[in-house]
């Protein structure tokens, strides 16, 4: 999973506190945007799930997931009453998969002062 910290850094300035606090901003989100979005998806709302969509992929352009945020995008954008559910299953369990990698990634990076 690639992604980047550089914004955060900027953003923070390098202060590990402030680093780390964003950090764990994403560590607690995440997890709550991905079960909208897998409710969504077990609930058929099409509306609802190109909703969380746009969501996670609004959170995580400041960490340039661009693997997940490609995904996402084209839930929010694509997906309609005929595409075929198992390929939206798919995508939705590799964006799961995807997504909860990233987080034990960012796990990895919160500093201990």
Do not use: C, W
Request: aromatic residues 8%; negative net charge; hydrophobic residues 40%.
């Amino acid at each position: 999973m690639n992604f980047s910290l550089d914004y955060i850094d900027e953003v923070t300035q390098n202060d590990s506190v402030s680093r780390n606090e964003i950090i764990q901003l994403f560590i607690d989100n995440l997890p709550e945007y991905l079960d909208e979005l897998e409710l969504s998806f077990e609930e058929k709302d099409l509306e609802g799930l190109k909703k969380s969509a746009h969501k996670l992929k609004a959170s995580l352009f400041t960490l340039k997931a661009f693997s997940i945020i490609n995904q996402l995008e084209y839930i929010e954008l694509e997906v309609n009453q005929s595409t075929p559910h198992n390929l939206v299953e798919n995508i939705v369990q590799e964006l799961a998969f995807e997504i909860k990698s990233l987080i034990d990634q960012l796990k990895s990076q919160i500093t201990i002062n």
